[in-house]
């Protein structure tokens, strides 16, 4: 289960969201500055399109792309606020792990761990 940690001012929250239950796994397509992740494997549903930028070797900025699919408020807002910033924090045997933070237009920064694996 997610949990994202949420700093703002001088507190600290943490929030977990109810998690989706018809999801087993996420597929991950990397081809240069872009990225496919589609739910429960390649061709069910809608993929989801984004756009990677690096910032340095273990550092990159993800905004979704209006180009490819129309984006709903939750995607916007993720663009509106300058994206998430991924930076790995380790990489062990075929997995990597990585915190996802971003910085709201407001100053809140909001931050999860995660981990992703090679198949």
Known sequence: MAKY????????????????????KYIVIREKGTQIEWKNGIGNGNPEYEIIEWIDNCTY???YDSSKSELDEGKKWVNDNNGIVVSKTKIENKCLYY??????NDGQKIS????????
């Not at 703002?8 to 087993?24: A, G, L, M, W």
């Not at 915190?99 to 709201?104: N, Q």
């Not at 999860?112 to 198949?119: A, F, P, R, T, V």
């Open 5 to 24: 940690t949420i700093v703002e001012n001088d507190s600290i929250s943490e929030f977990s969201p109810e998690r989706d239950k018809t999801v087993k």
């Open 99 to 104: 915190t996802a933070t971003m910085t709201t």
């Open 61 to 63: 900025r993800l905004t």
């Open 112 to 119: 999860q761990d995660g981990i992703i694996c090679k198949e």
